[in-house]
């Protein structure tokens, strides 16, 4: 594939349902990383994953964000009972992470969810 | 993490070269400095990596200070499309199970004007 690829788009949601947002990293990257970005702020670190090692979760802001990797594919980023103030730009990233040299991490688009 | 320090933002005129600035006083021995830029309504991309020495590519040049307490992400000839917030990462290689993670700070903002 071409780049990174996340979906939906756009998401509106009603207070109180589950998302579940989708990443497609590059084809062989190991690292993949997901961040939340609300208007007009810089991006906050939520969750990473590398190959086989125990995912990062340092920056999940509370139990109702998960995220699961399959491998070193796809990635979903499941957040429970949505809250207005989850209302972002949600961005997946994936590196090839081969050695501690690159870790140049490539985007894909973001999906905006709404809380509404 | 390791801390990087920035300006809010920076203003230059077009076709003028552009030094924005990085402090990262804590830098340790194995964190590898990072550039992205976000461009208005899309994803971050990588602009350039380096450790100790001074690096170039096509899109910009990374210079060090000897110290590796600071660096310089240098646009040789701003063009409008350079406007986007800049953000500077330190990025360390944890061998024993950590995780060598990107985190961003609120980067510089950089105005180009015509």
């Known amino acids: 594939g071409a780049g990174v690829s996340q979906s939906p788009s756009n998401k509106v949601t009603e207070k109180g349902k589950d998302v579940e947002l989708r990443c497609d990293p590059i084809?062989?990257?190991?690292?993949l990383y997901w961040y939340r970005q609300r208007l007009g702020q810089g991006l906050e670190f939520l969750i990473y994953?590398?190959?086989?090692?125990?995912?990062?979760k340092s920056g999940l802001p509370s139990d109702r964000f998960s995220a699961e990797r399959t491998g070193e594919s796809v990635s979903t980023l499941t957040i429970q009972r949505t809250q207005q103030e989850d209302s972002a730009v949600y961005l997946c990233?994936?590196?090839?992470?081969?050695?501690?040299?690159?870790?140049?991490?490539?985007f894909g688009q973001g999906t905006r969810l709404t809380v509404v | 993490d390791a801390k990087t320090t920035q300006p809010n933002s920076m203003e230059s005129n077009e076709e003028e070269p552009v030094h924005l600035p990085c402090n990262h006083s804590t830098i340790s021995g194995t964190d590898y400095i990072h550039w992205y830029r976000q461009l208005p309504s899309q994803g971050p991309e990588y602009v350039i990596h380096g450790l100790t020495s001074n690096v170039n590519n096509r899109m910009a040049s990374l210079a060090i200070a000897e110290d590796r307490k600071s660096s310089t992400l240098i646009l040789h000839r701003a063009t409008l499309r350079d406007a986007a917030v800049y953000y500077c990462i330190l990025s360390g290689f944890i061998t024993q199970g950590g995780s060598e993670k990107l985190v961003f700070g609120k980067g510089t903002k950089l105005t180009v004007n015509p």
């Open positions: 994953f590398q190959g086989n090692s125990a995912p990062d």
């Open positions: 990233a994936s590196s090839p992470r081969v050695t501690a040299q690159n870790t140049e991490a490539f």
């Open positions: 084809s062989g990257h190991t690292a």
